[in-house]
């Protein structure tokens, strides 16, 4: 098969498994790449929600594209990670062409894309992603066939428990023990699948009557496998950042000191890069600017305390400081994957115990998701990083003719491009735009 085509060169690939272990050769030649180039700034891009390299290498070559043009007199270099995860087919990605965001049968139906797309994602659940899709197809009305839906939904994304990515799923910690068990699969299937019916139903008719009716809770079911795959995402995500990504920056900065790093993630990309942080050997100051474009986790993953609970922290408290320049974090009120399924599904996935009365099933029903729920459970990518004291507020356009600050938390919103996509992600995926390349380069001072 023919190597995709990118915009820009030099560019390499690095490619990590779930457990964050890199492909040794396409990491040599990295190492070996940036001294016989002479690159002084390396610009690294994770991805979020594609199922296969194609996609993700589209995706980086379209971004790419406007940063020899921003830097001209700069010595840069490219590198797409790329790591096993997947993309729901019924989400639209902008501008991509008719086979990577195909119109596709109206759910519950699990489409032949997106069936492939858990096969290779999650290997050795071929009899379980069966019965799943049977049941999607058929929709029984009987409340147990909806049960066996959950309990199969759980045994596909479950993982080994002495295996590390279980470690990886917490956004906040409380007195040094992860936050974040899915307990959304401990209530009952119907319940949860009810919820989802709802926020789905309003997202695609904002304000409309379908608030009124009475949703069909397998188009519940469609949602909660996508986020149980989402939760299976996040964590892997996690893991190959800290245990992937960041030691393989370690080695960057062995093998060329004077190296300048550039990280940048989408999605669940954004969470990726993030824990690459974590992951970075003691002292290494290579990375100049983390920039999250729609990152898909918590806004208090940098807190040092949540404001509903002094006890708990953000999973990344200070990791901003092993940053030698600021971290940038983009949003857009446009993002519904983001505003509305996201608080949603973070919390039905395990925070039942901090619930306020006015964040009960039935006040979300309906459903704006609430303002409640989207302060408590709210993404990066929608509403920027929060409780974390000092950070600043920016729009694009004073992010892009301003000087960025040089450390700290900056949040900029984006929504002036970040705008267009369907339901059900809304402009989740809109992030291929001159300003954000130019945004990245800002935050770097690449030169």
Known sequence: MAEPT??????????????????GGRRDRLLAGVVQHKVRDLVVFAHGWNSDRSGATRLYS?????????????????????????????????DFPRSVAA?????????????HALLETFPGRATVIDRIARLLDQQPREEAE???????????????????????????????????????????????????????????????TAQFSIPNPWHGGHELLRQATYYAMKRRAGTVGERG??????????????LRVHLVGHSFGARLVSFALRGLPEGVRTVKAVTLLQGAFSHYAF???????????GVLQGQQLRIDGPLVCCHSRHDSALGTIYPLASRMAG???EFRDDDTPESVAGLDVGRSLRTRWGALGYGGVQAVPGTRALTLAAALTAQLPASGCVNVDAAEVVRRGG?????????????????????????
Request: aromatic content about 8%; some cysteine.
């Open 351 to 353: 925070h039942d115990r």
């Open 146 to 208: 909806l049960e066996e839906f959950g309990r199969l939904v759980r045994l596909l994304v479950e993982v080994v428990p002495a295996g590390p990515q279980v470690l990886f799923a917490a956004d906040t910690l409380a007195e040094g023990v992860p936050q974040d068990e899915p307990l959304m699969f401990a209530r009952p299937t119907a319940e949860v699948c009810e919820e989802f019916a709802r926020a789905l139903a309003e997202t695609e008719s904002p304000g409309g």
């Open 303 to 313: 807190a040092p305390r949540l404001p509903h609970d002094t006890r708990a922290g």
């Open 245 to 258: 990504l960041g030691r393989v920056i370690g080695q960057l900065a062995a093998k060329a000191p004077a």
């Open 62 to 94: 379209r971004f790419f594209a406007p940063f020899p043009a921003l830097a001209p007199t700069g010595k840069l270099g490219y590198v797409g990670v790329v790591w096993p995860s997947m993309r729901f087919s019924d989400e639209p990605i902008p």
């Open 423 to 447: 339901a059900p992600a809304g402009a989740h995926s809109d992030i291929a735009h001159r300003e954000l390349a130019q945004l990245v380069v800002a935050a770097g001072r690449v030169q």
């Open 103 to 115: 119109e596709l049968p109206p759910r519950p139906a699990l489409d032949k894309d997106t069936r």
């Open 6 to 23: 990118m915009s820009v060169t030099p560019y390499w690939e690095l490619t990590f498994d779930a457990d964050g272990d890199p492909d």
